[in-house]
């Protein structure tokens, strides 16, 4: 199972518990409400009479549930909340092992460059001409807006775009093409492990790098992490000396 459908099963859960949350929340307020229905609207505890004691204990009943509807109503917010936050990493993030990753990827590379291109554009218009108005690209509102701020900024800050945007947006691009490499090294590296019967180890006589085609058993994670191994870049990195003996004979290298 992969990351976006290990959080989208993680997504579909809280969206399951908020729903089940809000209908107990519901059906909790009914139940306060039918136990109040009876009683007129705004009737006092007449104390002394043979009806009190009914009516204290009707209060005290319609409260408890009103209590917990709101307890529940809470929950189900904490849940709708929770899967907010999943919904939106899933729409924003590419994920290693998404099958489309590096095509996003790509993708994505190419459209902050174009956006650089355009900075750099905006920012060559300014020095070239002093003014905005005229600027391809840009209403005449934006260029007398540009035109009023700019002389206004930090010297270092006197065009379009401020330098620190575009070498944020330069690190944005280093990072992403990083990535790339990165998801193709270990693409490169699951395929040898599917070819190798599930699992790939690869190193030298100290130190090996362990890939699983698929995630292993949980009793195999805790292995490796008792034997002192640690994860990055999906594969399992450690000793050589110390890696399980379960483990050591399939696809060794």
Not at 2 to 27: D, M, P
Not at 113 to 129: I, P, V
Not at 163 to 190: F, H, P, S, Y
Request: net charge positive; hydrophobic share 40%.
């Amino acid at each position: 199972m992969t990351r976006r459908e290990r959080l989208e099963a993680k997504l579909a859960k809280r969206e399951q518990r908020a729903e089940k949350a809000e209908a107990r929340a519901e059906q909790r307020a009914a139940t306060a409400q039918s136990i109040l229905d009876p009683i007129p609207f705004g009737q006092p505890i007449l104390v002394g009479h043979h009806s009190e004691g009914p009516h204290r204990r009707a209060l005290a009943r319609a409260d408890a549930n009103m209590a917990k509807a709101v307890e529940e109503s809470n929950l189900a917010r904490h849940h709708t909340q929770k899967a907010d936050g999943l919904a939106r990493q899933l729409d924003r993030s590419i994920f290693s092992d998404d099958p489309d990753a590096i095509e996003q990827l790509r993708a994505k590379v190419a459209a902050l460059e174009t956006q650089r291109d355009e900075y750099k554009r905006l920012n060559a218009w300014w020095r070239k001409h002093g003014t905005m108005h005229a600027c391809p690209g840009v209403t005449d509102e934006q260029a007398a807006k540009l035109d009023a701020e700019i002389p206004t900024r930090y010297s270092w800050e006197r065009q379009p775009v401020p330098k620190w945007r575009l070498t944020n947006l330069g690190a944005e691009i280093r990072r992403a093409r990083e990535r790339i490499v990165d998801v193709e090294r270990r693409q490169a590296r699951t395929a040898g492990a599917e070819a190798s019967g599930g699992v790939l180890i690869e190193g030298d006589e100290v130190y090996v790098r362990v890939t699983f085609a698929e995630k292993p058993a949980r009793e195999v994670l805790d292995a490796l992490t008792a034997a002192g191994f640690q994860w990055g870049a999906g594969s399992w990195v450690g000793r050589r000396d110390a890696l399980p003996a379960g483990i050591a004979g399939e696809g060794a290298s």
